[in-house]
């Protein structure tokens, strides 16, 4: 139970992470922005107007908490930076800096998955399965940060729930 728990929410985050990925340009094998507003993906998910505007809600509310998280860690990496550069820091020092990054960052990630936890479960079990078939055509875009993991397979609706394998880059040498 709490296996089949943990995966839902991990599938949950994985598979609506696409929702805030910034697209460079017009590339359709990228998914949009705001995937639930693009008429397309809202036909063949078959969204309802009440779900297409409870996603947007949650998006739009989130938004500028992420934001202000975002400027936080941006500022906090900057000051451990700066610390780094200086050679008469302390590790101490240093070592409080990177707990308050580390912290900073761990909030933005909890925003983020519980905003993305709170969309998955607008989506029917049926659309989850359909938007996951969707986004196999997607491809990430290149780079760092913004860059979206491939998702699982879809839970089988009457299946044993187990443990999807791990992807290529989630496999560690040796």
């Keep these: 139970m709490m296996l089949s728990r943990i995966g839902h929410l991990m599938a949950a985050g994985v598979l609506l992470s696409l929702a805030v990925v910034p697209v460079a340009g017009s590339n359709q094998q990228n998914p949009p922005r705001g995937w639930w507003r693009t008429e397309s993906i809202v036909k063949e998910l078959g969204l309802t107007t009440e779900q297409t505007a409870r996603l947007n809600a949650i998006f739009e509310t989130t938004m500028p908490e992420l934001r202000q998280e975002r400027e936080e860690l941006e500022r906090l990496e900057a000051k451990l930076s700066r610390m780094i550069q200086d050679e008469r820091m302390d590790e101490a020092s240093l070592a409080r800096q990177i707990d308050r990054v580390e912290t900073a960052r761990a909030n ?3 925003t983020r998955s519980m905003m993305l936890t709170r969309m998955y479960r607008v989506l029917t079990r049926d659309q989850r399965v359909r938007f996951d078939q969707m986004s196999k055509n997607w491809t990430p875009p290149s780079g760092g940060r913004g ?6 397979p879809a839970p089988k609706p009457d299946g044993p729930q187990g443990n999807p394998a791990p992807s290529d880059s ?5």
């Design 170 to 174: 989630q496999r560690r040498p040796g």
């Design 147 to 152: 860059s979206v993991p491939a998702l699982p």
């Design 108 to 110: 933005g990630n909890k």
